[in-house]
């Protein structure tokens, strides 16, 4: 009797573990509709673009290189890896799956991403900043990504430790 209530306590946690993914991904698609019907971007509308207009430096409190790199400008940051992960599977997993492979339908996978390789450390930080609306002729989901991964709280050193987790994945 007792090994019947044990199971049953098993799947019931089970239950709310799925449940609670349920709603931190409702969470994430809301927090990016509330940020879209808003207007968030650069300049305080909605960009298309499929990169980010701007090609400013990111002030981080984790130590930007001076190194160019990329055709825009970008720098490289020096980026947490490890803290990275931690924010990744907080903010992020939820669409892009552990170990950023994809979620068929949600998010795309960010390892072996030409996108991702394509942009410098800080342009790939602004553009996680600004997230992608749905209607962006380069979202092929059709499924928008929220600013920050629909986390307001993270900071530019947050995001820069995140590229670091990213790059560390597709080196």
């Known amino acids: 009797m007792v090994e019947q209530q044990d199971q049953g306590s098993e799947l019931s946690k089970g239950?709310?573990?799925?449940?609670?993914?349920?709603?931190?991904?409702?969470?994430?698609?809301?927090?990016?509709l509330i940020a879209l019907a808003v207007g968030v971007g650069p300049s305080g509308d909605v960009s298309a673009d499929a990169t980010p207009?701007?090609?400013?430096?990111?002030?981080?409190t984790s130590a930007a290189t001076s190194t160019p790199v990329a055709?825009?400008?970008?720098?490289?940051l020096d980026g947490d890896a490890a803290n990275g992960e931690a924010i990744y599977s907080a903010s992020c997993a939820a669409c892009h799956a552990a170990g950023a492979v994809g979620v068929p339908g949600l998010?795309?996978?960010?390892?072996?991403?030409?996108?991702?390789?394509?942009?410098?450390?800080?342009?790939l930080v602004e553009f996680i900043k600004v997230g992608r609306d749905p209607s962006d002729p380069a979202n092929t989901t059709g499924v928008g990504m929220p600013p920050?991964?629909?986390n307001p709280s993270l900071d530019d050193a947050d995001l820069a430790d995140v590229v670091a987790y990213i790059r560390s994945l597709n080196s």
């Open 53 to 60: 207009t701007s090609t400013t430096v990111v002030a981080t």
């Open 71 to 76: 055709s825009g400008g970008g720098v490289a």
């Open 15 to 32: 239950g709310w573990i799925a449940l609670g993914a349920f709603a931190g991904v409702a969470a994430t698609v809301a927090v990016g």
């Open 148 to 150: 920050k991964g629909g």
């Open 107 to 123: 998010g795309l996978p960010l390892v072996g991403s030409e996108f991702v390789n394509a942009l410098a450390d800080s342009d």
